[in-house]
């Protein structure tokens, strides 16, 4: 009785997930999708990244490279070489709206690990590149309004990015010499009031 009763259910779950299927189907992607594996991408990107830091001090330590400035530059020159390609390869005749993020992130840590230079170099990569795959694509020669726009904001914001790195990287060294001379001042004073 158990097993005939198993027998039927199992009919009518098959009955109810044919009656379920469409009889045609067509490979419709939702453009909600396309956004979410974009998305994803710069996620995992983002997160490669991370590791740099720990790459630059197995650099340093390893290969000789003692100067911040020599590291950033050959990041630089690496990550320059790895997103060209596959930014033009991905975008080449077609950019989306927001391409230049990839490289956007990787001046921003060119300059946070850095130095300033070494992100002004990425960025000059990048708006050659940039202006490589905006219209007429394949030159160099940018042509309309909306993509000198395009390219000048690019630049502006990771200018402004790299000055606001910069300045905090330099607060952030100051502090402690400002503590330091503070504690130096406050153990002065007590001295001096007690000789007197």
Known sequence: MKSSTRYVAAFL???????????????????GTGTTIWQSAAVVLIGILFYVRRIADWLRTNLAFRSAQTTGFLFASV???AISP???????????????DIFLVGIVLAA??????????LLTISIAV????????????VEGVAEWYRLISFA???????????????????????????????EEIPSMAGGD
């Open 13 to 31: 779950t098959l009955a109810l997930f044919s009656m379920a299927a469409a009889e045609k189907t067509t490979a419709y992607l939702d453009p």
């Open 130 to 141: 940039s202006a490589w795959l905006l219209p007429p694509s394949g030159t160099f020669r």
């Open 86 to 100: 596959l930014a033009i390869r991905m975008f080449g005749g077609h950019p989306l709206p927001r391409f230049n």
């Open 79 to 81: 990550f320059g070489a």
């Open 156 to 186: 502006l914001i990771s200018i402004f990015l790299i000055m606001l790195i910069t300045r905090i990287k330099v607060r952030r060294t100051a502090e402690p010499l400002a503590g330091s001379r503070m504690h130096d001042v406050s």
């Open 112 to 121: 946070y690990l850095f130095t300033w230079e070494s992100a002004a170099y």
